[in-house]
DNA sequence: CTTAGCACTCGGGAATATGGAGTGCTAAAA
DNA sequence: TTTTAGCACTCCATATTCCCGAGTGCTAAG
């Protein structure tokens, strides 16, 4: 059941009010907001009505309402305007991401800290590795003191590298040998005949077999995916929110933020490709969150990876200038990732997007 | 000038009950505290001198004394008792250390976190390099689309490593013999030769002249040592804090502490090796720091590495716990570092430490 | 030098007004 | 039927006042 046209432009009124002011909003306030001149006490009639349909809540009887969760989805749904942020706010923008990348050399961290200079919000950012990762090629090092460095090619942008400790040193001869059977094996995608043939053909050396075995685990971790790398950025704005004045909700979220893990979850899901997605407080399924609202969307990185940025804010956020702004940030990513991005520009970037 | 031994004890009790209780002190509320009676009016007049001294002052006439940063660094030089922790309270951390090691691979990371857990406070890390890093290994590895990535070992434990991006594919082959030049150049610390013998020998290849130059770069900038790596755990931690519960006051430490080049810099210039550096508020010499403080201590990983791990919290902070529980922390994690710590524990390890 | 006694200070919590923003309802107007 | 003016009512927020009590400094006696 579709709301009627008079409905929606006051919830709309009365949502933009409260993203601005913090305060909640009284009918007599509202009367300004229309062309066509109509009377508090209309409005007071709407309201009630709007707090029946679940739009509304009032904090007390006479002190004005304040928009539910559900006002808010309306609102980003089909009352707030999408507004595209100027070419020249686009071009800062680009400009940005390019000085932060040759500075950070970690395009997640660069993500977030361009988005959160735009918004002045707490951001998020997320590497994700679609379609399973897949190990090209290991390498091991030999480093002093008996210990190996073996270094792992994953597709193909991304590195992973890790030190295994051997209770016996190996000898580099032997290690140069175990090395290029790893990558045959890896090749013909036999990785499950390497250790017994190890067993058989290094004579049963207990600590190359080790390693062998240390090597094949951590190649199937880094194929399982591992741990998704999550980064937050400018946690302390959120202090500057009114909702958050209250140390201990505050409290609760940054300790929140500190469980990675548990923040990736929340980036879950997405509801497409290119798209923004927004989830407001009780969506999120997350008693920490419970008041918070993330938006959110995607970028490629290459073929298999794509970045996740988003910005976390109480529900009372400027959802259509976050949503400006992500977009926006989206043209500018692609302008410099450079040769990452290659083959996305061969296939025709896209701009376009809808909700 | 020595101060007389009652004021010592009464300024002790001063101090210990503010950590406590985070409320001024009263002269009657200390009388309790003493064996040998003492009226209170007397405590009255040795507060009131020591108040001269500058030792306390007063939030306003009558509302007790609270003590001074001088107070406080009086009372860590020479007031406070410096027990150690129990045995089994360090066995748990250690178990903990090793616990937190497994899950991690970041040594940084687990050692604030055990540190954290066990102080309940804001804990930062820091990796250092003493005694200049040196590049003893270069390994380069091709990737799919020409793409090079260098891998440069750092003395012993260390690894870095870059993608290096060229405009032109590199052949395996001509890798390989490079990665080779490259080592002996390495070995024989003769890298400023390396340049000029490339192009020679290679035949002026712009693809190759232009790895070499850019595997240099990288080469020198880590020997260079590049930026400080830190680590900050717990820093929600700092709003369970009474002088933090006023929201612009934790919002410029949580501020602060996102640019950790800075936080880097208070952790500079240690009082000496296998000591717990205290530092108190106005001695940070950061604005943002001033009503903090900073307890930290050092532990080796390697010879060329030290770990720098600390404690930030209000000055009123229980310097004796923590003081404690940072030895503790060294002991424990030369239990668990193990074979990195091979050469420590050669060299006979000490737990015993002065100020 | 210590201590009891006392006047004095002052912050902060409780109790108490009071203003005003806002609502819901009713009845008249459109 | 919808809109609007009017009005009684609610209740939060703020200011004001009051007063308790913890604490001090000073003085004079022990």
Redesign the interface.
């Known amino acids: 059941m579709e709301l009627p046209e008079r409905k929606k432009r006051i919830l709309k009124a009365i949502v933009e009010s409260y993203i601005n002011t913090a305060e909640p909003v009284g009918s007599k306030t509202l009367v300004n907001s229309f062309d066509t001149p109509i009377s508090s006490a209309t409005i007071r009639n709407e309201m009630s009505e709007l707090e029946e349909l679940g739009y509304l809540e009032k904090p007390h009887v006479s002190a004005g309402r304040i928009p539910s969760y559900a006002a808010y989805r309306l609102y980003v749904n089909e009352l707030m305007e999408r507004h595209r942020v100027a070419g020249d706010e686009l071009e800062a923008m680009r400009l940005m991401m390019q000085a932060k990348m040759r500075e950070m050399d970690n395009i997640m961290v660069s993500a977030s800290k361009v988005l959160g200079e735009m918004t002045q919000h707490t951001t998020v950012s997320m590497i994700s590795h679609t379609g399973g990762r897949r190990v ?2 290991c ?1 091991l ?1 030999d ?3 008996g ?1 190996t ?1 073996a ?1 792992v ?1 994953v597709t ?2 991304e ?1 992973k ?3 295994l ?1 051997l209770s016996q040193p190996v000898e580099p001869a032997t290690a140069a040998v175990l090395s290029t059977a790893i990558n045959l094996a890896l090749s013909e995608r036999r990785l499950e005949y390497l250790l017994p043939s190890v067993q058989q053909s290094m004579g049963g050396s207990s600590a190359v077999y080790q390693m062998t075995s240390d090597i094949l685990d951590f190649i199937r971790a880094t194929e399982a995916g591992g741990k998704p790398e999550v980064y937050i ?4 704005r959120l ?2 929110n009114r909702e ?2 209250d ?1 201990q909700r ?2 609760e979220l ?2 929140y ?2 469980d990675r893990s548990r923040v990736s979850e929340l980036l879950v899901g997405e509801d497409g490709p290119n798209l923004v997605n927004v989830r407001i407080g009780p969506e999120l399924q997350d008693p920490s969150m419970r008041d918070a609202s993330l938006v959110f969307t995607s970028y490629q990185i290459d073929q298999n990876t794509r970045g996740i940025v988003g910005i976390i804010a109480p529900a009372r956020m400027d959802y259509a200038d976050v949503y400006a702004k992500l977009i926006a940030f989206t043209q500018a990513i692609s302008g410099v990732t450079g ?1 990452g991005m290659k083959r996305l520009k061969d296939a025709g970037e896209s701009d376009e997007r809808r909700d």
Do not use: C
């Not at 950025?233 to 302390?236: F, L, N, T």
């Open positions: 090209k090629k390498e090092i480093v002093d003191g210990f460095y270094v090619l193909d942008s590195v590298n890790k030190m400790r950025d400018g946690a302390a202090l500057d958050y004045q140390t505050a409290r940054l300790e933020f500190s040769q």
